[in-house]
């Protein structure tokens, strides 16, 4: 297991002009994480040390790197921005203040990549799901065409109903970008691109966007529509569930 750094920790010696106060000129604090493999030194949640407010979390090896799933899943380069980002939305002693802010930089790096995935050329995508990403999703591109679907699943079974769908009525000519924070079981979205066939949409011209997912999650659904793109921030086992409670209020 290799420790995730906290989100204050400095690398190395300060130099003797910062060494007294602990800040760069113009009283900004240093931040920066350690590299895998580093000693972080992040102190534990119950230390008494000064740096009270370091977030740290255990991530396995490898974190970052993409899984043998194929040229399909695709993952945003690892950076030390999206690292404090999944901390602090992995850290379910995160104030919601900043879960909701964490959650929206990390919906709007994700869009933004997603956007860099379609032609050059001008055309109109459409969202069919992801309340939460939504917004995102706005801030992004105004003009935007928004299509809904509503699935629910059992939590017995797992098994994924479709409620709900409307989308524009020429969505099977347009590039579709389906959006789903939490890839966890795979279910819901391969319902949801079972719907969009049904209307005409290729799984070629989709591109499934998400937070965090899972490596069943992601194989799942690849395996379903091997044609489809997937971008993600991070595959990891474990996927914070609790995001959409956490990020309307209702946990």
């Known amino acids: 297991m290799e420790a995730m750094p906290c989100q204050n920790q400095r690398l190395g010696p300060r130099p003797p002009e910062e060494q007294a106060a602990g800040t ?3 009283g900004s604090r240093l931040i920066r994480f350690a ?10 949640p119950d230390s008494s040390s000064s740096s009270s407010n370091g977030v740290a979390a255990a991530i396995p090896a490898g974190e970052g790197a993409a ?8 993952l945003l380069p690892m950076n030390d921005q999206l690292r404090e980002l999944q901390t602090i939305i992995r850290d379910k ?3 919601r203040g900043d879960f909701v802010f964490s959650a929206d930089r990390l919906i709007r790096l994700v869009v933004e990549e997603g956007l860099n995935q379609l032609p050059y050329t ?5 969202t069919p799901t992801g309340e939460a990403m939504e917004q995102g999703l706005r801030d992004c591109c105004r003009s935007i065409r928004i299509g809904k679907i509503l699935i629910q699943s059992d939590e017995e079974t797992q098994r994924a109903k479709v409620y709900y769908a409307k989308f524009p009525p020429d969505i099977y000519r ?5 959006m789903y924070p939490i890839l966890s079981t795979g279910n819901t979205v391969i319902e949801a691109v079972k719907v969009l066939v049904e209307h005409g ?24 529509f091997p044609e489809i793109t997937i971008l993600t921030t991070e595959v990891h086992p474990v996927a914070p569930t609790h995001f959409g409670q956490k990020y309307f209020g209702t946990d």
Do not use: M, N, Y
């Open 174 to 178: 347009r590039k579709v970008l389906l």
């Open 24 to 26: 760069v000129p113009g």
């Open 201 to 224: 949409v290729q799984p070629s011209v989709i591109i499934l966007l998400s937070l965090f997912s899972t490596p069943h999650g992601a194989k799942s659904i690849i395996q379903e």
């Open 122 to 126: 001008e055309c109109t995508v459409t």
């Open 35 to 44: 590299e895998p493999g580093q000693d972080s030194g992040c102190p534990s």
């Open 93 to 95: 002693k995160s104030s």
């Open 67 to 74: 899984p043998p799933l194929g040229p399909q899943l695709k």
